[in-house]
């Protein structure tokens, strides 16, 4: 028993991963993606897992992860998606690291590092932003090899907007010329979770990315269709209670008495804060399931302890668990729960878990 930790399901992960499997089919590769720590779900125990069900790529951000990989005995393929800074090159060959390139006067930088043109179709962020003859020129004049064509999107969960079309357009317009010129890449991907999830088939081509399904989520979009798959959450956040205690009608809560005793109530303090990555947004407005029910968060989320509402759970004492993500009894709360209640995005909720939550293994 801890203070506050979550449990990450190892079985679940390898459910998720097989499903995105199914769904693309034998023809198209799946490339996890571990970034940021796997979403917090620790990208080394995540990647021995998927490596260990067939995984032959992962996807970061960074050098910096992608040699974190390394030092924890991952072999497969890695690819770093968020760009290579010059102080970082060397890098990539001493821990066999193939870089994402977003800008052609990069890849007479490689040497002879095999890598990944990322085009910028649309999103207007990392990517080449150049014309398609320039981008031939450049693949052509230099002894590196074009191993894989990439792009991202915008908007893909958001089926009235037209932007992931015209990025699929734009993307095609450049692989065209490349084939043209005889560069045919051996990977081409642009699919992260949603055009996987609700499928947008025509831009699986023969990989994809997917991060956040492997953890059990995506995001329902604006007139999207049914997502192709299911996939559940991965990981639990737990924490114990630390005090519970009987309080008078009108008795303020916490800092800045945001909150005041409606009636005479049982309150429990839980070690958890927003140090451990509960939004502080909360405050007064989340909930927590303790004894079966979604208790409400009274007061300020503070940076070690939460207060809640348990009034309707006499029996619970000092050493309890409650929960914030995952089930206790009938009630259940996932990540995109508790980031609708503190207005921000499932992603940021579990980036968001903070390194002093301990990781249990299940
Ligand atoms: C993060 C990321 C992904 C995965 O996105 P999800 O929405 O979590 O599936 C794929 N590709 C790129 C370039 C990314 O940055």
Known sequence: MMRCWVEISRERLAANFHAIRRAVGDSVAVMPVVKADAYRHGAAEVAQVLTAEGAQWLAVSSVDEGIHLRRHGIAARVLIMGGVLPWERQQLREYDLTPAIHDLADIGRLGDIAYHLKVDTGMGRLGVHAAST?????????????????????????????????????????????????????????????????????????????????????????????????????????ASIVLVKEVKRGSPLGYGAMYWAQRDMRIAVLGIGYADGLPHKLSNRGRILAGGKAAPILGAVSMDLTVIDVTHAPHLQTGDTVTVIGTDGEAQQDARHVARAAGTITYAVLCGISSRVKRVYL
Request: proline share 10%; charged share 15%.
């Open 134 to 238: 320039d981008i031939v020129q450049a693949v052509s004049s230099h002894p590196s090899r074009l191993e894989g064509l990439m792009t991202h999107f915008a908007s893909s969960a958001d089926f009235s907007s037209p932007q992931t079309d015209l990025q699929v357009e734009a993307f095609e317009a450049v692989r065209t010329a490349l084939a043209a010129a005889g560069h045919v890449p051996r990977y081409v991907h642009m699919a992260s979770t949603n055009p996987v999830m609700l499928p947008r088939r025509q831009t699986w081509q023969n990989m994809v990315r997917p991060g956040i399904a492997l953890y059990g989520y995506w995001t329902p979009g604006k007139e999207a269709p049914r997502p192709l798959l299911e996939v559940r959450p991965v990981l639990s956040w737990k």
